[in-house]
């Protein structure tokens, strides 16, 4: 009975021991759980993970014609001349921006037949600069600016144009084209493109330049004397001008020598004869 007593408060002790245990690691747990959430957390992503979009590039002229279609002339004469180039510079290195008025391929078609192919290489840059206005434009400017407008070509009036807003169109004259802007082919900040159905002709080089002045008839310049000359030498003789009463007194003189004459023959006649 007394063997039986002391494996009881054996057993009795142990459950005991187990049941403390028990309790001490269910306190601990919770403090040691932050430490494992801390441990397994995905690290902190970095900025890299929201990249910012890459800087446009220039733009590209033709690539919007090409993209629009209907220009293709008028692509040929960028590339030709190397005006593309050009507006790529121009868009890449100034802040005004520019405004191209691109005829379409309708407008070259409407030109008399031989037009372009009679101009020389600097006449037909000096065409595409004319349709390029180096400064953008968008529609609500055509209402205020100022005419006459100056193009890549230059700013006096043989290369320059007009254009004039109306309620419902806008009108371009350039002294042998009017036209109307037909429509918008691309703009942003920077580029502004309008299709034209005419090409927009430059005065400079579709219209007679005027004439230089004559030049002044330079002075008869004197024969110069020939140096130690003689008075006279060198120089035209004046004309002998004979005066028309010298020839009365030597007619007179000669009938009164006559008679003088005449008259001392007779008293010698008569002195001997008597």
């Known amino acids: ?43 902190a992503s970095t ?41 790529l510079t121009l868009l ?4 005004n921006g520019a405004t191209i008025f691109a005829p379409s391929d309708s407008a070259f078609s409407s030109l008399k037949s031989g037009t372009l192919n009679s101009l020389s290489d600097e006449a037909k840059s000096e065409l ?11 529609s609500a ?28 169109s806008v009108n371009i004259t350039t002294g042998l084209t009017n036209t109307s802007v037909a429509g918008n082919v691309y703009a942003d900040n920077q580029l502004a493109v309008y299709r034209v159905d005419k090409v927009l002709l430059p005065v400079d080089i579709f219209a007679a330049k005027p004439l230089a002045p004559a030049p002044t008839p330079a002075a008869a310049e004197k024969p110069k004397k ?20 010298s020839a009365a007194p030597a007619g007179i003189l000669g009938i009164w020598s006559v008679k003088v004459t005449t008259a001392c023959v007779l008293v010698l006649a008569y002195t001997y004869g008597g």
């Not at 690691?25 to 759980?33: I, M, R, V």
């Not at 910012?52 to 030709?80: C, D, M, Q, Y």
């Not at 070509?153 to 109306?166: E, H, I, K, P, Q």
Request: glycine share 6%.
């Open 1 to 43: 009975m007394k063997k039986q007593s002391t494996l009881f408060s054996a057993a009795a002790f142990l459950c005991l021991l187990l049941l403390c245990l028990t309790k001490t690691t269910a306190g601990q747990s919770p403090a040691s759980s932050p430490a494992q959430s801390a441990t397994a957390a995905p690290p």
């Open 47 to 87: 900025p890299a993970a929201t990249q910012l979009p890459a800087p446009a590039g220039p733009t590209n002229v033709t690539k919007i014609l090409e993209k629009a279609g209907h220009f293709n002339t008028f692509i040929h004469l960028l590339r030709s001349t190397q005006e593309d180039s050009h507006l």
């Open 92 to 95: 890449n290195n100034s802040n």
């Open 128 to 138: 595409v600069k004319f349709h390029v206005v180096p400064t953008f434009l968008s």
């Open 141 to 168: 400017q055509f209402q205020t600016v100022s005419n006459p407008i100056a193009t890549e070509a230059g700013s006096s009036g043989r290369v320059s144009f007009n254009l004039t807003a109306y309620s419902d």
């Open 226 to 245: 020939k140096k130690g000359a003689p008075a006279g030498e060198g120089e035209e003789a004046a004309p002998v001008v004979q005066v028309g009463t």
